[in-house]
């Protein structure tokens, strides 16, 4: 009976690690390639979190498994809502697992809270409702707690970066990814399993912040002793995690490791798609987005270890103020199409009638209008591609993702960064002193569309998508798999007939939770 375990390094980048295999900086990496197979992985578009993860743990594209962000445009409203577990409309690994009898053990992955009753354990990745480490909420069975209490998530605050901010940042990177190493290895000691899933992401927090530091090439690049290996010193320290729990789980193991995209550069090119929008006449400013500015003060005023206990005493305060901050300022009553500005997931919305609370566009016009507006998109430098959404995605749900995402082009091998504006110039430069990013600065490393997979056993494969990641291992577990999108790398496993797309109801997030989520990714420095 074969088992599989399954490492996630989130935002792992083959442009790194390739070399530093061949430097032998990562000699457990380096071993699993010689032993099996090294890949780079096609993520999804654009490669966000969210969607990516839960296209590798469902082997679906976002069409299919409705999850395309962190939150989702509440209906007939310009206002969003958090999504969770519940939103997920394909089956993940561990559901198809459970129902097999296998058993399982699923640590730290993010779109899983709340937690599923499987047929093991399961720790819900950042996305619970916890600040800075998890809590009694996200763990299935909840007296697994006690052994789990020390799983933490970025116990710092990323959105005001100071002097002796990156030196701090740093320790707590890698002393975080020895306390999930050691918890993993005791837990899969303790507990038998069939099928183990783990997720650092420590990879995919210091490429966002360390990146100037450590590429001398970089347009952002700033010179600073101690720091400028910062994300080799943490990689090293995954790969010595990935060493370990390797060893623990013993011969009979096969092993995949895996990113949910890469990390490249971002350079000093910024992009303010409403203003863009304002300027071709598809938008109307009606004043300053008040909520942005609340939101900053309280940021600034408040500290990190109070922030949680403020969001929940005033959460309806907290949620307009994110409501706010992404879609006040706007004139409804004269805007065709509006974007959120979201640095990680440059899109455009359209303002639909019958669909928006004061759409502008007739349902008899979207297509032309959707069509048009990709091909004046694309003459404009910035963009690299404007796809309508049909064109990337399919299933059932392709109608919860923006009606147009966006490639911003990459200026000298570096990114622009999206960042919301209320007007000014559609496209401008950073100032020297905006290069260290932050929350609503842009981070100094962004996602890149090709992360990696490393598998144990051989493949004929020379490539692979973020969708093949599940079926290859439910065939190699024995299996059978729903219809899926991805194919296996590694054996011809059976295809059970699809399973539909239905499943148990979506729960929303209760007040409180939201606005804890809404803490903890704005420290993550999204939203921005």
Request: charged share 25%.
């Amino acid at each position: 009976m074969k088992r599989f375990l399954l490492i996630g390094l989130d935002g792992a980048e083959p442009g790194l690690i390739e070399p530093w295999m061949a430097e032998e900086r990562l000699p457990n990496l380096a071993r699993l390639r010689e032993r099996g197979s090294y890949l780079r992985v096609r993520s999804t578009v654009p490669p966000a979190t969210f969607p990516a993860w839960t296209s590798c743990v469902t082997g679906v594209n976002p069409g299919r498994h409705g999850v395309f962000d962190f939150t989702e445009m509440a209906p007939r409203a310009y206002a969003i809502r958090f999504v969770n577990a519940t939103h997920r409309k394909a089956p993940a690994l561990w559901r198809i697992l459970s129902d097999a009898g296998k058993r399982v053990g699923v640590l730290g992955v993010p779109a899983t809270y709340p937690p599923e009753p499987v047929n093991g354990f399961m720790v819900s990745g950042f996305d619970s409702p916890v600040a800075t480490e998890v809590d009694r909420s996200f763990v299935y069975p909840a007296d697994l707690y006690s052994a789990v209490r020390g799983w933490r998530f970025a116990d710092f605050q990323e959105t005001r970066i100071e002097q002796g901010w990156h030196a701090v940042a740093l320790s707590r990177l890698l002393a975080k990814i020895e306390d999930k190493k050691r918890i993993a290895v005791d837990l899969y000691n303790r507990e038998p399993w069939d099928f183990f899933m783990v997720v650092f992401g420590e990879s995919d927090t210091v490429a966002h912040h360390f990146w100037l530091f450590q590429d001398s090439a970089s347009p952002r690049w700033r010179r600073a002793p101690g720091l400028e290996d910062a994300i080799g010193q943490v990689y090293e320290r995954l790969d010595a995690a990935v060493g370990a729990l390797v060893k623990a789980a013993g011969p009979d193991v096969v092993v995949g490791v895996v990113s949910d995209h890469g990390f490249g550069g971002a350079g000093t090119g910024v992009v303010h798609l409403n203003n863009w929008l304002a300027n071709e006449g598809l938008l109307a400013f009606a004043g300053p987005a008040t909520g942005s500015l609340l939101k900053r003060l309280a940021l600034r005023a408040t500290p990190h270890r109070w922030q949680g206990g403020l969001f929940r005493r005033f959460h309806n305060l907290a949620t307009r103020a994110e409501s706010q901050s992404r879609f006040g300022g706007i004139d409804w009553g004269r805007t065709l199409a509006w974007s959120e500005e979201l640095n990680y997931f440059p899109s455009i919305r359209v303002n639909l009638q019958g669909r928006e609370p004061a759409g502008q566009v007739a349902p008899g016009e979207y297509e032309a209008f959707c069509r048009d507006l990709c091909a004046r998109l694309e003459q404009w430098a910035p963009v690299r591609k404007a796809w309508r959404r049909e064109e990337l995605y399919e299933g059932d749900y392709v109608k919860r993702a923006p009606d147009i995402v966006l490639e911003l082009a990459l200026e000298h091998g570096y990114s622009h960064s999206c960042l919301r504006s209320r007007g000014g110039p559609p496209f401008r430069r950073l100032a020297p002193g905006e290069y260290f990013g932050g929350k609503e600065r842009g981070m100094t490393g962004n996602h890149r569309s090709r992360g990696v997979l490393f598998l144990s056993e051989q493949t004929e494969f020379c490539a692979a998508r973020i969708e093949d990641v599940a079926p290859t291992v439910l065939a190699e577990l024995g299996v059978p798999a729903p219809a899926m999108d991805g194919t296996s790398l590694l054996t011809s496993g059976e295809t059970a007939p699809d399973a539909g797309a239905g499943g148990a109801p979506e729960e929303g997030y209760t007040p409180e939770q939201e606005r804890e989520i809404e803490g903890r990714l704005r420290d993550l420095g999204y939203f921005e």
